[in-house]
């Protein structure tokens, strides 16, 4: 049978709990902080064909965060549909118009409501954020 004294004991509960503190403090030290990645993209303007409906500018994408900017530097003759989340938005492509997305799913498409020329899309450019 050992017998352990009472300075026996608090040198013993003294290393256990400096052993503890020591493992949790290096387990916190090891942590990584999130890192932090921009993206620019630039979806240029388009030539649409007369009468092209449903033509993709951008495929269903989620972002974390993101900007998106519509130029408004296309034809009045495209309609733009923006969906987000499954709700849809029209907007022409000669109008300016941002967007702020968080946590959340974006397609663009356009239609060419003029049967009989060719028109433009407008240049869309989405600024997101990753980590």
Do not use: C
């Not at 449903?54 to 549909?81: E, M």
């Not at 946590?103 to 060719?118: G, K, L, M, R, W």
């Amino acid at each position: 049978m050992i017998v352990v004294s009472n300075v026996g004991r608090e040198g013993v509960v003294g290393a256990i709990s400096g052993a503890i503190s020591g493992a949790i403090v290096s387990s916190l030290m090891k942590v990584k902080q999130p890192t932090i990645t921009s993206n620019k993209q630039i979806i240029s303007q388009q030539r649409l064909m007369a009468g092209a409906t449903g033509v993709s500018l951008l495929p269903a994408t989620t972002y974390k965060f993101a900007i998106v900017l519509f130029h408004g530097d296309g034809d009045q003759q495209v309609n733009l549909t923006i969906t987000i989340n499954g709700a849809q938005t029209t907007l022409y492509a000669n109008e300016q118009a941002i967007e702020l997305l968080a946590n959340q799913e974006i397609s663009i498409t356009a239609d060419n409501t003029d049967t009989t020329s060719e028109r433009n899309t407008p240049t869309i450019e989405v600024l997101s954020l990753a980590w």
